[in-house]
């Protein structure tokens, strides 16, 4: 599936992760992401259910939520951290 996606993305485009599940399958089998675009990461610390769970928690106690790590694996477009810090 993600050959078939890789394909629909346009030039410059950026592909967002929110897990690294699919840079390690691609380091696995010797692939890597297309050269034409920007691939960030932004991914929550926690489980989903605490994900939720704080989200909903932050819609009546300002400032709830959980923290979160990013990374910039192909920075094409040489904004790629200013996308992933704003996503």
């Known amino acids: 599936l993600y050959k078939e996606i890789f394909a629909a993305m ?3 485009a950026t592909l967002g992760l929110s897990h690294g599940f ?3 399958y691609l380091e ?3 692939e890597d992401f297309p050269e034409d675009m920007d691939v960030i990461a932004v991914c929550p610390k926690g489980m989903g259910p605490s994900v939720r769970r704080l989200y909903e928690q932050g819609k009546e106690v300002n400032g709830a ?4 790590s990013f990374a910039v694996h192909q920075d094409k477009s040489g904004k790629a951290t200013e996308l992933a810090l704003g996503w």
């Open 10 to 12: 346009k030039p410059g």
């Open 22 to 24: 699919l840079l390690g």
């Open 28 to 30: 696995s089998i010797g």
């Open 65 to 68: 939520g959980i923290n979160a």
